[in-house]
């Protein structure tokens, strides 16, 4: 089966080609704002992986010919990026004013595991696949 997927992932890895995974074996590899055709098997599931993050397992829903499907960055971890960054850096401005106080770290400690919690989040649902008509 013929698929046409495109990657739309914005500036978030723009210089590393994303791979386009099947059965645990590359079958394509789409760089920044490409578009390709690809060969596929329609009972099996498709994954996108670049570096740690990966998308969660899609299956094409129908068989029509060529489906057509995007590659998007997955809105809420570029939520969780901007937040958490946002976060350690009110913290550090704010760790200076109260350096003395036993609250402090703390709260340092639940930010750092949060932020690890957060990041295992999403590691496996960095991405999206979704069909475009």
Same mark, same amino acid.
């Given at each position: 089966? #013929? ?30 704002? #490409? ?12 994954? %996108? ?6 998308? #969660?397992?899609?299956? %094409? ?5 060529? %489906? ?12 969780? /990026?901007?937040?958490? /960054? ?12 109260? /350096? ?14 949060? /932020? ?15 069909? %475009?008509?």
């Amino acid at each position: 089966m #013929q698929i046409e997927i495109k990657r739309r992932t914005g500036f978030f890895g723009m210089a590393s080609p994303i791979k386009l995974i099947q059965v645990g074996q590359p079958i394509a590899s789409i760089s920044h704002d #490409q578009s390709q055709l690809v060969t596929i098997d329609p009972s099996q599931p498709l994954t %996108v992986k670049l570096m740690m993050l990966r998308s #969660q397992p899609y299956r %094409v829903k129908h068989e029509m010919v060529p %489906v057509k499907l995007e590659i998007v960055l997955n809105p809420q971890l570029k939520q969780f /990026y901007f937040l958490s /960054y946002g976060l350690f850096f009110v913290f550090a401005g704010l760790s200076g004013l109260f /350096y003395t106080q036993g609250w402090l770290w703390p709260l340092l400690i639940m930010l750092i595991v949060l /932020y690890g919690v957060g990041l295992r989040y999403f590691l496996v649902r960095g991405y999206l696949i979704r069909e %475009v008509e």
